[in-house]
């Protein structure tokens, strides 16, 4: 399925998306931003995912532009993710939204636009905005975020077209096995965020004891079950040797065995809100 860093999963309405990519959630704007994207894209990466609420999209998109000067980079093969914040959940603000976004980011179109988080009353309402920018050719694919089996029930119910991506949070301590079977059912690509836990496995003893057998690390061996597991992960590093170090994990693979020692440290255990009970 998948042997180097820009393998592609194929989304169902043909559009190809990287197995992995870069996160930069929490990465203020400033040259450690734009020096991670910029890293990324120079080690092989294709795949960059913010949010309008991360702040910092006008960076990504000097990086980007940047990293396309510099490693001789078209547009077209980056894939460009961002999301649609819960204040801005409505039919004509998510259409204003997605126009800022792609000011920020100096593009004239996104790869995937996603709806943040499934706020109450207002996903709905969001998802018929997505589906006019889709419609309208603006954007290349429209997905969500943080989406409960519920919740993505309640937009196939009515909706034209269905969600092309859920992005969850999703890790060893997290394996989301009624929404993943869901989306696998029903052609929805699963997305991982804080594949890493933001740092909180790398400790545990049996991901320790993989890695060693493979002479990999926690991170790549984590990495290696999203992409054996058929789950796109978006780690976070702004460090150089770490964004290498998470994409060099196209040259090893995990047994049955070592799959299922994993997906059995499962606890149900998020390190982020619980979709059903957001605040924000
Ligand atoms: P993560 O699980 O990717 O962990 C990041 C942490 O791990 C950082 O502290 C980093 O320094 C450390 N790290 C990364 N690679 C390492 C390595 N090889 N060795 C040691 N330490 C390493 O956490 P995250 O940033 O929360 O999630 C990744 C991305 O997912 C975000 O950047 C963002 O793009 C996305 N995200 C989306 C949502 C959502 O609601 N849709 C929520 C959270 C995050």
Known sequence: MTNNLQATTTLYNGVKMPWIGLGVFK???GPELVNAVKFAIKHGYRSIDTAAIYGNEEGVGQAIREAMTEYGIKREELFIT??????????????????????????????????????????????RALETI?????????????????????????AEIRPMVNQVEY??????????????????????????????????????????KYNKTVA????????????????????????????T?????????????INNLNQNHRVGPNPDNIDF
Request: aromatic share 10%; hydrophobic share 40%; glycine share 4%.
């Open 82 to 127: 961002s999301k649609v914040w819960n204040a801005d959940l409505g039919y004509k603000s998510t259409i204003e939204a997605y126009e800022t976004s792609l000011r920020k980011l100096g593009l004239d179109y996104l790869d995937l636009y996603l709806i943040h988080w499934p706020v109450e009353d207002k996903y709905v309402e969001a998802w």
């Open 27 to 29: 990465v203020e704007e």
């Open 134 to 158: 889709y419609k309208e050719g603006k954007v290349k694919a429209i997905g969500v975020s943080n989406f409960q089996v519920h919740h993505l029930e309640q937009i196939m119910k009515d």
């Open 171 to 212: 890790h060893p301590r997290l394996t989301q096995q009624e929404v993943k079977i869901f989306c696998d059912n029903n052609g929805i690509q699963f997305e991982a965020w804080s594949p890493l836990m933001q740092g909180q496995l790398f400790d545990n003893p049996l991901l320790k004891e993989i890695a060693n």
């Open 249 to 261: 994990i196209f040259d090893f693979e995990l047994t049955k065995e070592d799959m299922e020692q």
């Open 220 to 247: 790549m061996v984590i990495l290696r079950w999203d992409i054996q597991n058929g789950v796109v992960t978006i780690p976070k590093s702004t460090k150089e040797l770490r964004i290498i170090e998470n994409s």
